[in-house]
């Protein structure tokens, strides 16, 4: 690698060049071995200069209004001198050949604003390897100057839990007026939840969207807290009209000061450094298991014997894994 390469990388990046920051997120998204070794450099290089950011991750029921509620609360933040980057976990889009264009025209007037920067999730991906690319892109847009990272979850299931290991506040949207509020609501995402803001509170739903607040009010109330110097609010808000948003990033801000302040944010981010860590190393691991041409060798005849209850799981595993230091026979 020219480390000239490296040095021209760095200075974009800190920069602000915007083609430069495009290119970086490239080479943490390719597969490429040479590629990712020169990502890894360069976002090793830029961590002193990360971290002076607010990280928001936003989730969100089918039909809530995600897309433009993040759109407003991106361009007030833009119009109070902010400077935003809006990241995507999508683990459909390894499926769907990826929703590249979708993310930006769902937003179009934030991914023309100088001071904003939509990213959508790489296609072709795990969810895991996805969310390590996402974390990695984050990392490089804080370098770049960008002060609030949107982690946005497009797929849904475990892409909720995945998006809160990588933020400070994670915030779930709801919608009102659905008959059971409840229903179809998993407890584990409510959990997640550092505040509940119920959107599409405008017209004849006001009312609907109160009733709603307290309902998962409620909810929230018969949980454990994630922490206890924070009670998850539920807020209301219409992205229509532009109301609650303002709310809503008042609430984002006053945690975000009140966990700094305490130290319970810097803990916070060691614990998600330290787990994305070890989710490398697990990852990394399981790379190399794959690709050892003797375990290839002995995969098959393993997992038969264990498919046929010939052989625990337990024993297959020992064996797989310790056959290279012990050279045992299987």
């Known amino acids: 690698m020219n480390p000239e390469d490296l040095k021209t990388y760095i200075e974009g990046v800190r920069g602000q060049n915007r083609r430069i920051l495009s290119k970086t997120i490239t080479l943490i998204e390719s597969s490429r071995p040479d590629h990712q070794e020169l990502a890894r450099k360069i976002v090793d290089e830029l961590l002193p200069h990360t971290g002076k950011t607010v990280r928001l991750g936003i989730t969100g029921v089918p039909g809530v209004?995600?897309?433009?509620?993040?759109?407003?609360?991106?361009?007030?933040?833009?119009d109070a001198g902010h400077r935003v980057a809006v990241l995507a976990v999508d683990p459909s889009s390894s499926r769907s050949g990826g929703s590249v264009m979708a993310d930006k025209t769902r937003m179009e007037r934030l991914a023309v604003e100088e001071n904003a920067f939509i990213r959508p999730s790489p296609s072709g991906g795990t969810l895991g390897g996805?969310?390590?690319?996402?974390?990695?892109?984050?990392?490089?847009?804080?370098?770049?100057?960008?002060?609030?990272?949107?982690?946005?979850t497009?797929?849904?299931?475990?892409?909720?839990?995945?998006?809160?290991?990588?933020?400070?506040f994670f915030l779930v949207l709801m919608l009102s007026g659905a008959g059971d509020e409840?229903?179809?609501?998993?407890?584990?995402?409510?959990?997640?939840?550092?505040?509940?803001?119920?959107?599409?509170?405008?017209?004849?739903?006001?009312?609907?969207?109160?009733k709603a607040a307290k309902i998962y009010e409620t909810a929230l109330h018969m949980l454990q807290p994630t922490s206890p110097n924070w009670d998850p609010p539920v807020l209301t808000?219409?992205?229509?009209?532009?109301?609650?948003i303002g709310e809503i990033w008042q609430t984002v801000t006053?945690?975000?000061?009140?966990?700094?302040?305490?130290?319970?944010?810097?803990?916070?981010?060691?614990?998600?450094?330290?787990?994305?860590?070890?989710?490398?190393?697990?990852?990394g691991l399981r790379q190399r298991f794959d690709r050892?041409?003797?375990?290839?060798?002995?995969?098959?005849?393993?997992?038969?014997?264990?498919?046929k209850g010939e052989t625990s799981p337990t024993l297959a595993a020992d064996k797989l894994l310790f056959f290279l230091d012990n050279h045992r026979s299987v």
């Not at 050892?292 to 498919?307: D, G, S, Y």
């Open 65 to 78: 209004g995600k897309s433009t509620f993040i759109e407003r609360l991106g361009m007030s933040l833009v």
């Open 130 to 152: 996805v969310a390590r690319k996402t974390r990695e892109t984050m990392l490089v847009c804080e370098a770049a100057g960008f002060d609030v990272i949107i982690v946005e």
């Open 154 to 168: 497009v797929g849904v299931g475990q892409s909720e839990t995945t998006v809160a290991s990588m933020v400070d």
């Open 182 to 210: 409840l229903q179809g609501i998993k407890r584990g995402v409510l959990e997640l939840a550092d505040a509940i803001a119920i959107t599409k509170a405008d017209g004849d739903n006001i009312e609907k969207a109160k």
């Open 237 to 244: 808000c219409s992205a229509l009209e532009m109301m609650g």
């Open 254 to 283: 006053k945690y975000h000061k009140k966990f700094a302040a305490s130290g319970e944010l810097e803990q916070k981010r060691q614990k998600q450094a330290l787990d994305w860590l070890w989710s490398l190393v697990e990852e």
């Open 292 to 307: 050892n041409p003797e375990i290839k060798k002995r995969l098959h005849p393993i997992t038969r014997a264990v498919e």
